[in-house]
């Protein structure tokens, strides 16, 4: 069975720092992989996603993932956080035939000022 | 353009009675998500609909839930006889038809609360 598991729980960053997130799947066939960010009080949306090619995908906001296939990992990346970066964050693979996400359980990322 | 909609926003109703929830895609979006968001959980797949296909019901976590969707536009999701665990937030995605991996694009939810 596909999951996704997401190695941070709760991460308090001060502003500038450095920020990475791992995210882990486990899934036999070709995955397409996604990060979602929920900002208090509004929608889903999407960060970032792979689907081929090149393995360091930018995204939104200067945010960066890196897909290693020997490791099943897709970790997010910010060289530099901002208070405005405060959000939870979901990490997903999908089943490429029906394209149903499943999802880690979600970081939340609290920035200070 | 308009995003995903779904009412109502919010939902509290009491263990036992029947909930209807209702999601609106963008429109030309052929493939439809029923998500559902809870403490316990997390983010977990409910049911899928594409086009006039069959749709994927295997997310569904029991007989009380059910889902439509009419005209291969809007969806309602129905939750009989509601108990305590399904208060959630409940989310609705819905993507292009060129390819499986396209972007979803998620609603702002309905938070059910069953007292």
């Known amino acids: 069975a596909q999951s996704v598991s997401q190695h941070n729980h709760h991460v308090i960053l001060s502003e500038a720092a450095s920020l990475e997130l791992g995210c882990n799947y486990s899934y036999g066939g070709t995955v397409n992989l996604f990060w979602y960010v929920q900002y208090p009080g509004q929608h889903l949306q999407l960060l970032l996603k792979?689907?081929?090619?090149?393995?360091l995908v930018k995204g939104i906001k200067g945010f960066e993932a890196e897909f290693i296939k020997s490791k099943f990992s897709f970790n997010l990346r910010k060289p530099s956080v901002q208070w405005s970066d405060t959000a939870e964050y979901f990490c997903a693979v999908n089943a490429r035939n029906t394209g149903k996400l499943i999802f880690g359980q979600g970081t939340t990322l609290q920035v200070k000022p | 353009g308009a995003g995903v909609s779904q009412s109502p926003s919010n939902k509290v109703t009491e263990k036992g009675k029947d909930v209807e929830l209702r999601c609106d895609p963008i429109?030309?979006?052929?493939?439809l998500y029923w998500y559902r968001q809870s403490l316990g959980q997390g983010l977990e797949f409910l049911i899928y609909?594409?086009?006039?296909?069959?749709?994927?019901k295997s997310g569904l976590p029991s007989d009380r839930f059910s889902a439509e969707r009419t005209g291969g536009s809007v969806s309602t999701l129905t939750i009989q006889r509601t108990q305590q665990e399904d208060s959630a937030v409940y989310l609705c995605?819905?993507?292009?038809?060129?390819?499986?991996?396209?972007?979803?694009?998620f609603g702002p939810g309905t938070r059910l609360t069953v007292l």
């Open positions: 429109s030309g979006h052929t493939a």
């Open positions: 609909f594409q086009g006039n296909s069959a749709p994927d």
């Open positions: 792979y689907f081929s090619g090149d393995p």
């Open positions: 995605a819905s993507r292009s038809n060129r390819t499986s991996g396209d972007t979803q694009y």
